[in-house]
Each structure stands twice: as C-alpha cells, then as structure tokens.
C-alpha cells in the first residue's frame, strides 16, 4: 500500500519531458518532488506564475510571489507573471499538458466531484471546474476510500460534479487506474496489495486484465 | 496626458453608495487593494455585491467587511479560510455564488472589452451549468457565460503614473488586469506613483484608459497567508 | 463653405477635456492640429498605441513606432503601447469616447457606410467597423457631395453598410449636422452658406429649426 | 525549463505543407515574421489560407507569396497598398474574407484562450453578420463570432529567450501576441534571442508555454510604409 509520498512519486512518473504541469493542492503538489531531474518540465500555478521553484529560503519570502496555494514560492529561469485571464487562457486553450488533482469521487465513466458536499461549508471550486473541463491529461491523487472505509471509485458519483467524463487516470493508496468505455482498468497494483483487496474497495465497474503488475517502485 | 491622480482612498472612493456591485482585485491576500477596502470600512457602506477571487481571512481584506456585514452578497471561486464568512453563509445572512476562476477572470475581461457574451467548457454538466446556454462546438459542449456588470473595480497596482498607466509584481497582478475598466469607475491604488514619462511605455501592463481614478497608497501590510520555506 | 482644414477645425471644438480620441484616416487625422491646448487629450490608434505625439522629426523615425495609417509616429509623456486584443477592448469596451471618422454616405437614421464599392477594388473594413458599431459618440467628417455632386447624405444608403444607427454627428463643407430621429437636424452653416444650399445638397431628410447660426469660425 | 530554441526559420518551419492554415503578425509592415515569409517563399508551400490583418506590399511580406501565387485565401480586415493583391483577386484567382480588425483580433485570442466563440457588435447590420448568429444582449445587437483554427502561427518579437518568452516594441506588437498559441504550432523569431533568465519575468508579454519553436532571425528590414516627419 502506498503512503501520500508514494503516490506522489508514482504520479511523477507520468510526467514527461516538456510537460506544463498544473498541480493541485494537496497530495499533486508532492508531486514535483519526485520528478526526474534529467527532463524539462514547468509548473504552472493558476494564480499568475509559471516556471514555479521551490519554497524559498527563510528571510527570503515575498508576499508578492506565490502560489494557488497561496504559499510562498521562487521562480527559476525562463519564469513569467501573467494576469488570471491569461492563467487561464493557457487553461482552457490546453498549453497545459497535465492537470495533476484530488478528488472526493470519480466515477467509471471519468466524472469527477472534489468541490461541494450539500450541506456542509462549500469553500467553491477554486480553478477546478476550469481544469477538468480543459485539460486532456487528467491524473487524480487520492486515497482509495474515504475515512469511512467507503470506495472512492463509484459506478456514478453521489456528489455534486466538478466536470464529466474528464478524467484519464487515477493513482490511489492501491492502484494505478485508466478510465476506459468499460469503466476502471486495473493498470498496477500498489506493493504487498492483491486484486482482490482493490475488488473490494472498488465500487464502479472494474476491468481486470490477466496480469496486473505490481507497479514499480 | 489625461491625468487620473486624486489625493488619496476618500477622494477615490467619492460617489461609492450602499447597494452597489464591486470587483476587488487579488488573490488570497495578494495583489489586494488594501486602501480601497480599509475606506469603503470607514465609509461603511452596506448591501455590497463584492466580484472578488476570494473573501480574505477573519481579520484581513474582505474579512473586514465580513465583520462589519457590509457584504451582501459574494462572487468568487473559492471562499474558504473564512470563520466569519462561514457563519454568515451557512447562517443564510450572506449570498454566494461560486463561479469557476477562469470564468471569473474571463467575465471580468468580458467587461472590460464590450464582449457580452462567451463560450467556456469550465463547469459544463455541474451545478455552475443550470439554467445556462449550453452548446456544442467542435464536438466538444461549452457553457455561455455573460460578462460582469459592476459599479466600481479596485485594483492594486505596484507602481503607476499620472495617467493612471499600471505596472504589477509578481502574482500580485492575477485578477488585477482584467478589472481595469471592467465596471463604471475603475480606481487603482499603487505603491508608487509617478509623474507621466517615467514608466517606459512597452512595460505598462494596464494602458491609463481603463482606469478613471489613482492614488498613491499608504501602509501596505501585504500579508502572507501561507508562509512556506525551505531550510538552507 | 469649408475646406478640410476648415472641417478638422470645425470638429476639434466636438473634442473635450479628458476625451480619448481614436481618429481615422483623412480628414480626421487633421483634427489633432487643432485641439485646443488647455485640455486634456489622449488619441488612440487602433493598431496598438494611446498618446500619439506629432510625426517625428527627420531622421528619428522608428520603423517599429506607427499609426494605423502606417504613418511614423512619436509619443507623449504617459503612453503606452499594447497588443490589438487590447487595443480593440478599448475599442468595443467603449473606452475610447469619441471617434472621428470619414464616411462615402450616411443615412438619416445614422447608419454610415464607408468601407466598399461593389464592382471595385474593396480595400477592407480595417477597425471602422468595431470603432462605428461600440462608439458612444462618433463623429463623421466628409464633404457634403461626392465628386459628381451628389448628396452623400442619404434617406438610406446605397452602398454596404459599415454599421448602423451609429452616427450622432456630421461635419461636412456645408453644415453642421446632427442625426435625430426626425433625420438629420441642421445645427450650424458654414460661412456663407445658406440654408437652401444645405437643402438642394442633402437628400435624406432635413429638419432646419427656425434659427440656423453660422458656425463659429 | 522547456527549451523551444530552434536553428533558424528552416528548422523553425518543419512539418508546413501545402494548403495549410496560417496566422502572420504584423499591422501593415510593422511587425511582420520577415525571416518566416522568405522561407515560406523558399519552401514554395502552395495553396495557403493567410489569416493577417493585412497582405504587406507588392515586394515585401505577404506580397511575396502573393507573387509567387503561393496564397489560395487571405482573411484580412485591410489590404489596400497591393496591385498584385488586387490584380489576383478582381482576377478570382485569390480568394478574400474581409473581417472587422477587432473581431479578427478577438478570434485569434480566443483560439489561443480555448474560447470556442464570442459576441461582437461589430459589423451587426452589415454583409460581415450575413449567416451568422445575431442575438440581443442589454438592448444591443451582436453578431456571433468564432474562434480561428490554424496550423501554423508566425509571430516576430523583439527579444526572446529559450523558454520561448517574448517581448515586443512599440507598435510592432499588434497581432503578434494574440496569435500565440492560437494555432497547433507557434514559431515566433525575434531579433535576439538571450538565455532563460535574461528576461525580467514581469515584463515578460507572453509567456513561453504559447510558443512552440523559437530562433534569432536575420536581415531584418523592417521597412516602413508612410515615412511621415515634421520639419525641424
């Protein structure tokens, strides 16, 4: 089974050479930590940067210069400022290769919902709804189930959608997923867990070739 | 030269009425007009229509209206990190609509360039969708969003001159752009004023047109909301 | 009776402190001579610059700083330049708050039309039609007859429109006129001209209040 | 870093071919792809559809391929100044779609933005609107206009660096920056190139992600059309 970290590293897999990579909070922002050093590859951030670096230095962060996250950041070279309209110019005219995002729920059919539970404190959808519906490569990160125990992967999503028939990939604790017309086919499975402890903790419909690897690590 | 200059956030502010519909630059805490906010809290107008990314935090940006219930209504794409707003939404006192960010942005550009209406995929088979124009180009179903109606946008510039041209810094620019001259009166505030000539005119990122009032701003706090470092 | 320099003289007194002014090829382009000094302006074209200056002097002209005309330019204190995105948001966000433009024929009614001949060589439309159909105040100046000495000022146009109901005011070598509801109401004669004149002269219809100064000169 | 630095314009224009869809910078002279057309004219590509704001002059830009009758279509909102332009089409040799300069400018942009159509009131009422979609909005008419697709966009920028980050000078800006990103491949050259990290990431105008290939071009002439003074 994998940890946060693991999934993240097994998500940067996915990352190719001259990606723009748009991560999302959370488990994807890991992400950049594990990419191959031997690529180039530029992370773009929503709120007006591309060419992000890492945390900056203590004493030396700028309240001007952050991230969707609303973190400090740098920049390295080659980096660029730009306005939200032209942030998500980029977005929606899909000059971003690779959307890297949670998700509360993904259905077989590539739905996703990750912005509002009904009846709880909706903090809104942020530049998610912009993503899903732009993107061509669409890679989720999250656990398999939810603190209930209950399976993330449904046969259709129970809460409200974030965008429909968008996602390509999922990356969970267990396995690596591709959403295809028959639903979930079972790509790897996570180190030391069977197909059938990823069975049962799969609700939509999923696809299980003969062999399933053990993704590598 | 059309000078645009006035003293300071009151002179800025003049004709600002209870009721009316503002779009507020930043995101989070960053790139905000943090003059023309603390002035519209002194002026304490109410029944606000705030178009802002976001509602600030308990104690900082829109926060300070939030407390003092001067916001009727919000429209932004994510509102999170809010007690306060979280009170007053779940208590029925506060409208919100939530909009996806890049709408957001576009709608405001929408204004700003006389395009009422636009195409977007963003938020095409959600929530954002009902009771939306929906349509299909290219084999690909898009969302018709219309452009914003706003009775003053206040932006927060780094530098600008006289003519009321804007220069921003880093991501503090996001929403900033393309409010300018997205409602009635634009009023932009700036950490530095300067006198026309003194901003080479290829590095201007907002041309004076689209803004009808500046001042220079005092005491910038310039909050940072995440502090995140990395040890040497 | 006025000539062109009389026509630009004419409508500079339409332009008014802290007016952006956008002004088209022509006689229009004459009209910055003659803007009083004490006020505000800042002129705008269209291919991507606002505060034109005078032409430059001998020897100083910049093949990258021009007017939509392709003319060498210079610019004032507090100019900027930017791309045509930008420079038509200005155009059709009605920021631009007057434009001045020379037309073949304008209708009673407001619509102009100045862009094609049918059967000739069509030059294009170049911005006129995003300036005519966005502009709050827009200003034609032309001669009240065509070479042939027929009235330009129509009941309706015979050739392509360029836009419509648009026209609020027209300068032309005979008179001052605005177009009203009623058709074009006459507000100012040239020097030495009569009324009959302006009458034999127009063909749309013509509204001539009991008193018709001539126009200040 | 994703480095986008080709050789020179035949590297640059690798993969063009015959009828295709091209976007060109440039207001008139100013501003024009110059390396790019000459090896469009080297190249010999045939039956191309130019969008351009203009045509250029019988022996300079456009002008170029039009003598070598290497254009099938231009779409264009001017293109006087050309007796070859104008001899091709009356001829119908040349095909010519004549489109307001802002709507032309505004479908670039939203092919780049990923916008699949827009609301203009330009040329409502005109030949420009007949067969389009015309629709009320807040008591205006509007005609309904989409966004270009294209193959290849050519731009010229002053400086650029390998991240494909360009800057533009004076009025040679105009359509260059809407264009980027607005085709499948966007090549611009500039007149010098520097390394990633030479180009203050504030005053960057468009950022690298909307150019694909880029390279230092040669010989750049830069003519000018209507060489207009005042004496001293």
């Known amino acids: ?217 | 030269m059309i000078r645009k200059t006035v003293a300071n956030a009151q002179e800025a502010l003049e004709g600002i009425e209870d009721d009316m519909t503002l779009m507020l630059g930043g995101f989070g805490l960053c790139g905000i007009p943090e003059n023309a906010i603390a002035e519209l809290v002194r002026r304490n107008v109410t029944g606000l229509t705030c178009i802002s990314n976001n509602a600030g935090v308990d104690d900082f940006g829109l926060g300070l209206l939030l407390q003092k219930r001067q916001i009727r209504k919000m429209i932004s794409s994510y509102v999170g990190e809010n007690d306060e707003f979280e009170r007053q939404m779940l208590s029925g006192e506060l409208e919100v609509e939530l909009t996806p960010q890049g709408t957001l942005a576009e709608k405001c550009r929408a204004a700003q360039a006389g395009i009422p209406a636009f195409f977007t995929p963003a938020g095409f088979g959600t929530e954002v969708a009902e009771g939306k124009e929906t349509r299909e180009f290219e084999g690909k179903m898009y969302v018709m969003e219309k452009a914003y109606q706003a009775d003053f946008a206040f932006v927060k510039a780094w530098k600008g001159d006289e003519a009321g041209n804007l220069i921003f810094r880093g991501t503090a620019r996001n929403f900033n752009p393309c409010m300018c001259g997205a409602a009635q009166i634009t009023v932009a505030e700036v950490e530095e004023l300067v006198p026309a000539g003194a901003l080479p005119p290829n590095e201007i990122h907002v041309p004076g047109i689209f803004v009808r009032r500046i001042f220079q701003g005092v005491n910038y706090e310039k909050r940072i909301e995440q502090r995140t470092v990395r040890s040497k």
């Open chain 1, 1 to 217: 089974m994998l940890d946060k970290q693991g999934i993240a590293k097994r998500i940067a897999r996915e990352v190719k050479d001259g990606f723009y990579v748009n991560l999302g909070i959370g488990i994807p922002t890991l992400v950049a930590n594990y990419v191959r050093e031997d690529i180039e590859v530029e992370f773009q951030s929503e709120n007006g940067v591309l060419g992000m670096g890492p945390f900056p230095f203590e004493g030396e962060e700028d309240p001007d210069i952050i991230n969707a996250g609303k973190q400090t950041i740098t920049t390295l070279p080659g980096a660029s400022f730009f306005d939200s309209a032209t942030s998500f110019a980029m977005i929606r005219g899909q000059h971003v290769d690779l959307t890297i995002l949670g998700a509360m729920e993904v259905s077989d059919n590539g739905d996703i919902a990750n912005w509002k539970i009904p009846g709880k404190m909706v903090k809104g959808m942020g530049g998610a709804m912009d993503l899903v519906a732009s993107a061509d490569n669409i890679i989720v990160a999250m656990m398999h189930t939810n603190k209930a125990g209950e399976s993330k992967l449904l046969e259709s999503c129970t809460l409200p959608l974030t965008g429909v028939q968008c996602v390509r990939k999922i990356v969970t604790n267990l396995a690596v997923l591709e959403v295809t017309e028959k639903g979930f086919l079972l790509l790897e499975r996570a180190p030391g867990v069977s197909v059938e402890e990823i069975r049962s903790a799969t609700k939509g419909r999923l696809v299980v070739p003969e062999e399933v690897p053990e993704m590598p690590v």
